[in-house]
């Protein structure tokens, strides 16, 4: 319960709706590094975890709910960023990112401390890549979502 509300707080300070307004590896990293940062402060987290859900079963009661929290503040963030992008699509990837970095930032805490960073570059990338396309389909009418630099 301690972990679920320490990563609710999290959830709020990195994933906040202004968040979508940055560039797209920007907004991306100011996610992941703060989440992973919490991984590696609360190594006994994924262990926790891992002895309170159980795939076949399901999340927890409050891990769920925290769940469909931060897949809904993705969605959300992604809807800003992107609102030409259809409704189903932003929730199913949504869903597939937070899915990933939920499994790649657990499976970077069983590895030294030394390939962390290189796993979460990789992570960041990897999420970019995933969106990169919807930014590109932008309309032409559709005003710019980066925010000015300086």
Same mark, same amino acid.
């Given at each position: 319960?301690?972990?679920? *509300?320490?990563?609710?707080?999290?959830?709020?300070?990195?994933?906040?709706?202004?968040? *979508?307004?940055?560039?797209?590896?920007?907004?991306?990293?100011? $996610?992941?590094?703060? $989440? *992973?940062?919490?991984?590696d402060a609360n190594p006994a987290y994924r262990h926790v975890f891992a002895a309170t859900n159980d795939h076949a079963r399901g999340y927890s009661p409050e891990e769920a709910r925290l769940h469909d929290a931060v897949v809904r503040r993705v969605e959300a963030l992604i809807a800003r960023r992107t609102p030409w992008v259809d409704a189903a699509q932003r929730r199913a990837t949504a869903r597939v990112q937070v899915e990933t970095v939920h499994a790649v930032l657990f499976f970077a805490q069983g590895r030294p401390a030394e390939e962390r960073p290189a796993l979460c570059d990789e992570l960041v990338r990897m999420l970019v890549c995933a969106l990169e396309p919807f930014d590109r389909a932008r309309p032409?009418? *559709?005003p710019s979502r980066r925010a000015p630099r300086g």
């Open positions: 319960a301690r972990y679920v *509300a320490e990563f609710e707080r999290l959830k709020d300070q990195v994933m906040a709706p202004e968040v *979508a307004d940055r560039p797209l590896d920007e907004m991306m990293r100011g $996610i992941v590094e703060p $989440i *992973a940062a919490y991984c032409a009418s *559709a």
